[in-house]
């Protein structure tokens, strides 16, 4: 394919609502060596009896600075490159990776892979088979960036923090400050004997500032970080942004105003729940148990496994909350982190609905996993949700960017605040754990703020909330709209074994939640 | 290269990346080894892995500038771009006043954790050790899912003080979770060693996975509330990382942290738990195995945290060493809790009425002032009537501190290796050696229905 082809082929997908704008720093290229150093590989797996065989050749490069206070702590450059080949034979997987990127070393690699995948045979029952995908005979993509955050010098960098750490010191009570940036770039290019050949370049950034205050006399202390500031698949234009050092004195006040925040009573309350606070929400209860890997038990050893399942029994029948809800999978929104041209298995991921007006519709498949529910979905492609952390890792049934869908009135957060006689507002991650079926979560904030008769009258601390998944969304009753809707997101979420980390991005508007159980998380400081 | 660099090819290495400096002062750190792994699922091989990999990461000094890169491309090609990379973020950074000097060089003690039966674990070998669980799930009507890792490899550190340490390892884990096909019942089995030949073998493993995994499939549902809760060793392993983390000096000294003493200085000196307990660490003990020195080449001592229940020591990283006047006490060298010689069955057997606890999950801190945690139970919880298992329980989420909890101590039993990570692999944070325990008055503060 052509580059003009390619223009043209791209703007059909952008039309189709598939993937991102097209990119203006440039379409990644694809140098002649790593092309043919896959198809030797590719090659040479098919000779070793491979019925299947990708392979992926990335670079990640990533860069972080931190600080505290007045200083420096730490400031790291790391790119780790390599290759690895994944093949299909007799029915089951093997998956082998060097960091040494010859084509001898690639056919060794492949050859090893098929090995490895016929040792494995002896322990395999059912044969994987693939969902068919469309051939990809060229396709480029990369994250719609204004600014390479590796070209700016580290010094804008640090003085950057430095100025938001000076920002946040000047509030008096506030005693410590950590702010770090931190940026990666995955320049990944995949190849399979399914005629796919793509070349990504994915950017991604962090901007974070945590600012704490202390009370000498009480001992106490209290943290508050930059909760709104979300992890984007975005340049350094997204730092700029960010307006770290703007920020910082408003979170430096609001941690001394911890300090003397009013203790929560104990008891139900109606949660308005701020896009910067329910991502998260939304990532452990929501996306995390409508993984299909999950559902069926391959990740029972350590992820856990889901209560939205056997999908025979739920899948257009669990009522996992109320008709405001519609949860969307997606690998598209511009910016988020998630968003790619062409998964791990080298599909193009699709916009879907997972659940639609509070019903378990669908879940989050890649092309091994989709025979596994294709009599109770219909569906015969996978949805794009193939991703591997590295060169050195298998892919594997990662979450796309996982989203609340905004509602169809055009609510704001003051207008879910004033229709609250007795509430909490919380804004911001803090603790949160969830078991391994995701029924049942406990989490925190950053700042909780007192709803009384539709109005913010105080500050709270202590707070955490307690709920059954779906009870918790059942009591869900009023949702902002469009003009409300923002993005947030995790950029270090682990699943796996051996664990590998992705980055995926989670939007929705402002929510409330009816009759919430709200713990006090200070009365057993000893 | 093969599967890692030896002694001699890691010193070339640090050498030759030395050569290519023009910094005031170079730190070096090779890594280098393999990492094999299979993952099964529903009584079968799901996926496998074998990866090589080595990486240098160069750290130039500007006098109190520092910064590092790393790479693993080691033709003269990306060395260079590496050192050249550190340089360039060293010299732009602005002056770290806490950065210390680098180390002389320095005496370490002698560990011998790199093991031929962890090397010969391969995906022949690996796919064997699956077939021995899959087959007794089988058998009893269940569904096993499980993870067989193993790492081997050298690391090295050199400076450009003259500083060389270098030191092979290996590492073995076996962890499977066991279903019943209802959907009804979860068991959990698992252990982690540097010698795969004194791994638990997977066919036990698997038969006390799948024994808790029927044993548990009519639970009851109790009230939450405080219990006499007996913690079978991964459970306390679990805990115990968390009570670590807490123990760093500065934070104690800046008065954020349980470790402060209200109105200023730290808990040192302190009696804080039940005066059975001590926790140490020490690279050389035959069941921690640990690395003997530290990321910048700092020796790892035998170092004893709490000592029937006193606070002996905090972490001190250097800088916070040299402010205080003491020696530096780094977080490393693995972690071990003295115990006793009860077995699980007899610290049962002691207990009137309470829960059996397999492990924990999903542990988050909830309020570092007290080290208050917050989890769930997982894959087996027993209540325990009269010395004896009676009936399994609904899964309960703990609200508690592992310091209330070890303040709470009944009993102790003897110390095992544990694999206390709940990613459940090879342990990278150190090898965790703790006994099973008795504590009352545990707090579990909400019921959940996962099973």
């Given amino acids: 394919m052509d580059r003009r082809d390619f223009v043209k082929s791209s703007a059909a997908v952008a039309l189709a609502g598939l993937i991102a704008p097209p990119v203006r720093a440039g379409i990644p290229q694809a140098d002649a060596a790593t092309r043919e150093l896959c198809l030797r590989a590719l090659d040479a797996a098919k000779a070793a009896g491979a019925t299947y065989a990708d392979v992926r050749v990335n670079r990640n490069h990533s860069q972080s600075v931190s600080t505290r206070e007045q200083q420096i702590t730490g400031a790291s450059d790391s790119e780790t490159f390599g290759f690895g080949v994944r093949v299909l034979a007799g029915g089951a997987w093997g998956f082998v990776a060097s960091r040494e990127l010859t084509k001898d070393e690639a056919a060794r690699v492949a050859r090893l892979a098929v090995t490895q995948a016929q040792a494995n045979r002896r322990a395999v029952r059912r044969p994987v088979t693939l969902a068919p995908t469309e051939p990809v005979p060229d396709g480029r993509w990369q994250s719609p960036i204004e600014i390479d955050p590796f070209a700016v010098p580290i010094e804008d960098k640090v003085a950057l923090l430095l100025k938001a750490n000076a920002a946040a010191l000047q509030v008096r009570g506030a005693r410590f400050v950590n702010s770090s940036l931190a940026f990666v770039l995955q320049e990944k290019t995949f190849a399979s004997t399914d005629e796919v050949f793509t070349v990504q370049k994915v950017y991604r950034c962090l901007p974070q500032l945590t600012v704490t205050a202390v009370d000498p006399s009480t001992g106490d202390f209290q943290s508050r970080d930059s909760a709104e500031v979300a992890p984007m698949g975005l340049g350094y234009e997204w730092v700029l942004k960010s307006d770290l050092p703007g920020n910082a004195p408003r979170w430096a006040e609001e941690a001394v105003q911890k300090l003397t925040a009013k203790p929560v009573e104990v008891g139900q309350y109606d949660l308005i729940l701020d896009p910067h606070h329910l991502f998260l929400t939304i990532h452990e209860s929501v996306a995390h148990p409508t993984e299909l890997d999950r559902v069926l038990g391959y990740e029972a050893n350590y992820a856990g496994t889901s209560f939205a399942a056997p999908p025979e029994a739920v899948l257009g029948k669990l009522k996992f909350g109320t008709e405001l809800m519609n949860i969307q999978g997606d690998r598209s929104q511009p910016g988020s982190l998630s968003a790619c041209g062409w998964d791990d298995d080298g599909v193009a991921p699709e916009t879907y609905l997972i659940i639609k007006n509070g019903i378990l519709v669908d879940y989050q498949t890649t092309r091994d996993q989709v025979a596994w529910i294709r009599p109770y979905t219909g569906r015969t492609r996978s949805h794009g949700c193939s991703f591997a952390e590295s060169w050195a890792d298998v892919q594997f049934q990662r979450m796309p960017n996982v989203s609340l869908l905004p509602g169809e009135q055009d609510l704001t957060l003051d207008d879910l605040l004033a229709a609250t006689d007795r509430g909490i507002y919380i804004v911001g991650r803090g603790s949160y754990s969830i078991d391994q079926q995701r029924y049942n979560f406990q989490f925190g904030g950053q700042a909780f703020w007192e709803v009384k008769g539709g109005k913010i009258v105080g500050m709270l601390k202590d707070v955490a909330y307690q709920a059954r998944t779906t009870d918790f969304w059942n009591s869900l009753d009023q949702l902002g709209g469009q003009r409300s809707y923002a993005i947030n997101g995790s950029f270090y979420d682990g699943k796996g074994q051996p664990s590998q980390s992705n980055a995926v991005s989670h939007g929705c508007p402002p929510a409330r939640f009816k009759n919430v159980n709200v713990i006090n998380t200070g009365r057993n400081r000893g | ?451």
């Avoid at chain 2, 002698?110 to 669980?133: E, G, H, P, T, Y």
């Avoid at chain 2, 493993?205 to 060793?233: N, Q």
């Fill in chain 2, 1 to 451: 290269m093969a599967e890692w660099l030896s002694r001699d090819e890691a010193k070339r290495l640090t050498d030759r990346v030395m050569a290519l400096s023009t910094a005031e002062g170079c730190q070096v750190s090779v890594n280098s080894g393999i990492d094999g792994n299979t993952r099964f699922a529903a009584n079968e091989v799901s996926t496998s892995g074998d990866a090589s990999n080595a990486s240098v990461t160069v750290t130039s000094r500007f006098g109190k500038r520092a910064a590092s890169a790393t790479t693993n491309v080691f033709d003269d090609a990306g060395l260079k771009r590496a050192v050249e990379t550190s340089e360039r973020l060293a010299r732009l950074a602005p002056e770290n006043p806490e950065l210390m000097p680098l180390l002389p060089p320095q005496r370490y003690r002698d560990v011998r954790s790199l093991f031929d039966s962890s090397l010969r674990l391969d995906a022949a070998a690996r796919a064997d050790a699956v077939k021995v669980a899959t087959e007794a799930c089988e058998r009893a009507g269940a569904g096993g899912a499980g993870f067989i890792q193993r790492t081997a490899g050298a690391g090295a550190v050199a400076n450009s003080a003259g500083l060389f340490a270098y030191q092979p390892a290996s590492s073995a884990a076996y962890t499977l979770t066991v279903r019943t096909p209802d959907g009804r019942g979860s068991g959990w089995a698992g252990t982690a060693h540097n010698d795969w030949a004194r791994i638990t073998p997977p066919a036990t493993l698997a038969e006390r996975a799948i024994k808790k995994a029927l044993d548990s499939r009519e639970p009851v549902t109790i009230e939450p509330g405080k219990y006499t809760v007996v913690l079978e060793p991964t459970a306390v392993g679990n805990l115990l990382r968390v009570l670590e983390f807490a123990m760093g000096a500065r934070a104690a000294d800046e008065g954020r942290s349980f470790f402060s003493r209200p109105g200023g200085g730290t808990k040192l000196g302190e009696k804080i738990v039940d005066e059975r307990v001590t926790i140490l660490s020490d690279p050389q003990d035959p069941d921690l195995l640990s690395r003997p020195y530290t990321g910048d080449g700092f020796p790892v001592e035998r170092t004893v945290w709490i000592e029937n229940g006193v606070v002996k020591n905090l972490a001190y990283d250097r800088f916070w060493a040299e402010k205080k006047g003491v020696r530096p006490t780094p977080f490393a060298g693995g972690l071990k809790m003295l115990g006793g010689t009860a077995t699980l069955d007899e610290l049962i057997a002691g207990v009137r009425r309470g829960l059996l606890v397999t492990r924990f999950w999903y542990i988050r801190g909830v309020d570092p002032r007290s080290i208050l945690n917050t989890g769930l139970t997982r894959d087996g919880l027993f209540l325990i009537e009269n010395g004896r298992i009676t009936r399994a329980v609904k899964n309960f989420r703990f609200n508690e501190s592992p310091v209330i909890m070890l303040n709470n101590l009944e009993a102790l039993g003897r110390p095992e290796r544990v694999s206390a990570s709940e990613s459940g692999g090879v342990e990278s944070g150190g090898a965790v050696v703790v006994p099973p325990l008795v504590a009352r008055d545990f707090t579990f503060s909400s019921i959940s229905e996962a099973v």
